[in-house]
């Protein structure tokens, strides 16, 4: 086998780390920020939010779009982004750089991400499924009144909007789109806002759960 | 404070099957002192602080002005060249050791040919027609000039390699310099002929994909080399060669 | 690559410019090369070159051309470089311009696209062209990168790593090979070949701190010296006028700092003094090196007006225009700032001429071959081109000329062996020499005596540079050739401190100590014997130039009691002598 060919087999690396890049754009960042939005509406009260909810859940084949569009996606892009972190080997102690920082702190929050969007589906989408309790503003509130939670969730949100930004920065990068150190810097400061505005809202909504 | 003395650690290992060892060396300063003439005081002199006799310590050097990339070390923790790390600029004490991302040949020699392996895998060259006289070259403005010229520059040192947290023994990353040199390449009007080619090398396993971003290699770089900015250039001609895009 | 004839393979040893340039050319003509190289070729020495290539093109219509560039080249070498050849390498030179455009050498240009050219020193034309401020280096790559595609393609083998030890010379005095040695398994092997191509470059390292790169010891050059290969106008040393001096060598300041603008000067009389542009009006501060030197020299050595007393001028770029600064001269600034740590764009630098490149070299005929048939020389390494001084930019172009002259005439040789049968001498001859070297090295790994190689080697730099540069006397070069023979008596009494057969550094440096002391004498004797000034050799005591006597090329050759040397005549047939005058 020449090398040519050897160079032609080994491009799957090449196809799943891009198609890990672009899940965690499409869908995955994009129904984070679907999800906080609907979220915002905790702030409006019990009545508006439980509302959203039922609209949700009454969207036809919720299962079936819940699991192709949500769940396989965000499976991959957690399992691959496993084995990315896996191949990764820190070094911020001698190379304190912002940006190295940034490296070791996506992988670090992709795990914190990855703990606790496992265990906000399961409490609030597998389990209230399988043992049939309702998801309502209530048992939502419910549940945030304990600190032990309260401050998982923080974390946890904290966490996912880091990689949520710092992902869609390094998304740019991916794909060439931001190419200079001076667009580079911009969108750093785009998608820092935005992770900060979904954060924000985040906290308020946990806030407001838990008063 | 004016120091007379400054102290050395050095990380030394006879063979690659050997265990390591630190030795330390006491010199007197002098002013503008860098790493390379430490060393060279040592070998004069091979003894260390407690007196004892040892072998003169190994490494790489040759040009000594940060033009030929050989002799790049781990001082006090960063990768530098040896040649313009001065010691006024160090804390002492100076600590020294081998690159740790290259197989170590002997104390801070290492064997650093996968990158020029690389050059290879990439194409890194233009292909011409020959060396007879054909006429000059294709016309090249002068900001084109300038760009390719910061590219050109690289001297196969090795201290992006040795800063990025992306290689290691568990990942088959290429690094950064090799990238350099395609968005180099391709940026020729000649060169541009087998660019579709140096992109498929860059698709394989350990190319331009297996970037983690941590952009310590621009931060390391010894001649500022803007080696982010041609790792996102060539993520960007990969995408347009994935939609079709990529002239080539 | 055992399965390549030995007719249709060639060794180079060497992989700085004119190397590669010969490994180029013989590679398109389908032979195989085994290319060896201390350092990986992408590291050679030819890197340092920061200032330019020269090559008459008149883009500025100045009416420049490639007679002007002979005639100058030859006036600047002081008559003393054979006539023919730099002539041919004149009229090459815009071609190999070309081929490196082509190749993609980022030389600067001009706003429409074209390759710009910059004044050098000796000249008053616009003639040489530049890559920024490494333009050696990015020559070098060039040729580098593809030698990396010959190699690919299985044309080229490169041993990387491997000091060349030896040539093999067979009973009838044909030159069959060399034996080299792995820097890191220690092992000395022999290697066969039609013809071998030498191209290791200068000795500045023979003078301790010099602009050169620690490689450049000259080693290759003073083995086959010993081996009866000639060595010719040895005494030829340039210093460049400006350098800032350091511990472990001396940095280059390049000419082309002069070049775009930078002045010379100290203080007289409590006022800046440009005492360049004051004695020579005609040149100013790009006189030819080896004046500028003399001129620094006189300045601080005689007049004692250097800067605070000290064996340092001024150069000076803080009037210069920021464009300028920022898209000529900022590489060659940075190495300033970074090895002195001040900013030169506002305080003038310190600097001092320091010993920079050999004009002298292996004794080669008009086609590159040494007086031992297969075996040539290139580049640095031989003495054709540069006379008596080199010109600024000359050396890059003379490593491409010598490197294709050399692979051309290393081609012609090897067709017209072709009939001849492999000599069953040979084979003997690569045992006996692989036999000797391994035994050499077994020598130094016993020896315990108590000399320091590296410190009888700093002995000799300082030696070297006290006596043997800039200005010369008699009585001080019989001094300097006395205490040379004690440190080769030094030398027998040696201990590497290193018994080891991994990497064993301080064994290949004792081994090209030995080699550089030999060279030396042969350095010392040629400025002992002759009883002139011309180009970079001036004595205070014969302050003339003698053309009667010494128009002639000094040649030596080795004898176990010091160096045998006697002149030969310099072709002179295309312009006859005048005097040099700036």
């Keep these: 086998m020449s090398q040519s060919e050897v160079a032609k087999l080994d ?42 909810i039922a609209l949700l859940r009454g969207l036809p084949f919720v299962v079936f779009l819940e699991v192709m569009i949500i769940g396989l996606p965000l499976l991959f892009h957690a399992a691959y982004g496993i084995h990315i972190t896996l191949t990764s080997r820190a070094n911020v102690i001698n190379y304190g750089y912002w940006r190295n920082w940034m490296y070791f702190l996506q992988r670090v929050s992709g795990i914190i991400a990855l703990i606790f969007i496992a265990y906000h589906v399961w409490e609030f989408r597998i389990a209230s499924s399988a043992y049939g309790f309702e998801v309502t503003y209530g048992a939502v509130a419910k549940a945030m009144h304990h600190p032990l939670i309260f401050w998982f969730y923080a974390v946890g949100m904290a966490g996912t909007f880091l990689h949520f930004a710092n992902g869609l920065w390094l998304f740019c990068i991916t794909w060439g789109i931001t190419v200079g150190p001076k667009s580079q810097k911009v969108a750093g400061w785009i998608f820092g806002a935005a992770g900060l505005a979904l954060f924000f809202i985040g906290i308020q909504a946990i806030w407001t759960l838990s008063r | 404070m004016i120091k007379d003395k400054i102290t050395i650690k050095i990380k030394r290992q006879d063979t690659p099957q050997l265990k390591p060892r630190w030795e330390t060396f006491v010199l007197k300063y002098r002013p503008g002192m860098n790493v390379i003439t430490c060393l060279m005081d040592i070998r004069k002199n091979p003894r260390t602080v407690d007196g004892i006799k040892t072998t003169p310590v190994k490494w790489e050097q040759n040009c000594l002005e940060e033009v ?60 011409i027609d020959g060396t007879y006289d054909l006429g000059p070259g294709p016309k090249i403005y002068p900001e084109e000039q300038q760009d390719m010229y910061a590219f050109s520059k690289c001297m196969t040192c090795g201290c992006c390699l040795e800063a990025c947290p992306q290689i290691n023994s568990h990942s088959p990353f290429i690094g950064a310099a090799a990238i350099g040199q395609v968005k180099l390449f391709n940026a020729h009007p000649t060169g541009h002929e087998n660019a579709g080619e140096r992109l498929e090398a860059l698709m394989t396993s350990g190319g331009a994909q297996d970037c983690g971003n941590a952009q310590n290699c621009v931060e390391v770089c010894p001649h500022k080399i803007p080696l982010t900015t041609s790792i996102a250039e060539i993520n960007r001609q990969i995408t347009r060669k994935l939609f079709g895009l990529f002239k080539k | 690559m055992s399965d390549v004839p030995i007719n249709k393979k060639v060794i180079i040893v060497g992989g700085g410019l004119a190397g590669l340039m010969a490994t180029i050319k013989l590679a398109e003509a389908g032979f195989h090369i085994d290319l060896f190289s201390i350092v990986p070729v992408k590291r050679s020495h030819s890197a340092c070159a920061q200032g330019g290539i020269n090559a008459s093109v008149n883009t500025k219509g100045e009416g420049d051309s490639a007679e002007i560039h002979f005639q100058e080249t030859i006036h600047g070498g002081d008559y003393l470089a054979n006539q023919t050849m730099v002539k041919g390498m004149c009229e090459k030179a815009p071609g190999y311009i070309d081929m490196l ?43 580098d990168e593809q030698v990396r595609r010959f190699e690919v393609e299985g044309k080229v083998t490169k041993y990387e790593g491997w000091e060349f030890l030896s040539a093999v010379i067979d009973e009838g005095n044909v030159c069959r090979g060399i034996t080299a040695m792995n820097l890191t398994r220690m092992e000395v092997a022999s290697f066969r070949a039609g013809a071998v191509i030498l191209a290791t470059g200068g000795c500045g390292m023979i003078f301790g701190r010099s602009t050169n790169s620690t490689s450049c010891t000259g080693s290759a050059a003073g083995a086959v010296y010993q081996q009866g290969v000639w060595y010719a106008n040895g005494e030829f ?45 005609n040149y100013g501060n790009l006189v030819p090196r080896d004046i500028a030197t003399r001129a620094i020299f006189k300045v601080c050595r005689e007049l004692k007006l250097g800067v605070d007393g000290k064996d340092m001028v001024y150069l000076d770029v803080s009037h210069l225009d920021k464009k300028v600064l920022e898209e000529r001269l900022k590489g060659v600034l940075e190495i300033y700032e970074k090895f002195v740590g001040a900013d030169p764009r506002k305080i003038p630098m310190k600097v001092f001429p320091s010993v920079h490149y050999t004009m002298g070299g292996i004794y080669i005929d008009q086609k590159h071959m040494t007086n031992v048939p297969g075996l040539l020389a290139a580049g640095e390494a031989d003495y054709q081109y540069h006379g008596a001084n080199r010109l600024g930019a000359n050396s890059l172009l003379s490593c491409f000329y010598g490197g294709e002259l050399s692979a051309k005439t290393a081609g012609e040789y090897l067709k017209a062996k072709e009939k001849e049968a492999p000599a069953a001498a040979a084979s003997r001859a690569f045992d006996a020499e692989a036999k000797r070297q391994r035994e050499i090295n077994e020598k130094f790994l016993n020896a315990r005596g108590k ?52 990497t064993n550094q301080p064994l290949v440096f004792a081994r090209e100590l030995g080699n550089m002391l030999v060279l030396a004498r042969v350095i010392t004797r040629g400025a002992l014997l002759r009883d002139e000034s011309r180009g970079a050799h001036y004595k205070p005591d014969f302050p003339n130039r003698n053309d009667e006597k010494f128009l002639k090329t000094t040649v030596a050759q080795y004898t176990p009691d010091g160096p045998k040397i006697w002149y030969e005549d310099v072709d002179t047939s295309l312009i006859k002598p005048k005097a040099r005058v700036y």
């Design chain 1, 11 to 52: 491009t799957k690396h090449f196809y799943m780390r891009r198609l890990h890049s672009l899940l965690g754009l499409l869908p995955v960042s994009v129904f984070v920020i679907e999800h906080m939005i609907a979220n915002s509406f905790i702030m409006q009260g019990p009545e508006a939010y439980n509302g959203v």
């Design chain 3, 451 to 502: 000399e320091n190689p590296f410190i009888l080697w700093e002995e000799l730099g300082n030696v070297m540079t006290e006596n043997v540069t800039v200005v010369r006397f008699n009585d001080k070069l019989k001094k300097a050739e006395e205490k040379i023979i004690e440190l080769e008596a030094r030398f027998k009494d040696i201990n590497v401190s290193d018994m080891t057969t991994w």
């Design chain 3, 237 to 281: 040393i340039q210093v460049h006028p400006t350098a800032i001096p350091g511990e472990d060598k001396n940095r280059l300041m390049s000419e082309s700092i002069r070049g775009d603008g930078g002045r010379v000067w100290t203080y007289k009389d409590g006022k800046p003094w440009y005492f360049l542009e004051e004695w020579y009006p």
């Design chain 3, 101 to 143: 455009d082509r190749m993609g050498v980022p030389f600067n240009r001009t706003s429409e696209g074209f390759i710009d050219f910059r004044r050098f020193g000796g000249t008053k034309f616009h003639r040489t062209a530049f890559a920024g401020t490494t333009t050696g280096q990015q020559l070098l790559y060039a040729l």
């Design chain 2, 68 to 127: 030929c990339g050989s002799c790049t070390m781990v001082i006090n923790g960063k990768v530098e060249q040896a040649c313009s790390a001065l010691v006024d600029h160090l804390e002492d004490p100076i600590t020294i050791e081998p690159m740790t991302k290259f197989p170590l040949v002997c104390d801070l020699v290492v064997d650093r040919s996968r990158m020029f392996e690389a050059l290879k895998q990439v194409k890194a060259w233009i292909p």
